[in-house]
């Protein structure tokens, strides 16, 4: 059984910085495909970062360049550091997996991830 258990959110101002983590259990987490989604309330949910064990790694617009997705296939976790945050940031984050997709699909189309957390909430205030 799948299991993703996100930790790390938090309420910072903006300009600050944030890292959020994924526990992963229950499956061959190296061969999947693990990324982050996000989603603010009456918005749909929005890709955020994805990434495979083949090194191929996807960020949506909106983040690239603040945020970092890597993955300890070791540990079976993944992690998305947040720098540079703003307000627009805030939203409820889930780490997620899919076995048959690739990053670039999972964040154009985060609705293909086969499982998802529970989420953990990112607020960042001006």
């Known amino acids: 059984q799948v299991q993703l258990m996100e930790s790390g959110g938090g309420s910072v101002q903006a300009g600050g910085s944030l890292r959020l983590s994924c526990a992963a259990s229950?499956?061959?987490?190296?061969?999947?495909?693990m990324g982050w989604f996000r989603q603010a309330p009456g918005k749909e949910r929005e890709g955020v970062a994805a990434?495979?064990?083949?090194?191929?790694?996807k960020y949506s617009d909106s983040v690239k360049g603040r945020f970092t997705i890597s993955r300890d296939n070791a540990k079976n976790t993944l992690y998305l550091q947040m720098n540079s945050l703003k307000p627009e940031d805030t939203a409820m984050y889930y780490c997620a997996a899919d076995k048959t997709r690739g990053p670039g699909y999972l964040v154009r189309y985060p609705g293909g991830f086969e499982y998802w957390g529970q989420g953990t909430q990112v607020t960042v205030s001006s």
């Open positions: 229950g499956y061959s987490y190296s061969s999947y495909s």
């Open positions: 990434t495979h064990s083949d090194g191929h790694t």
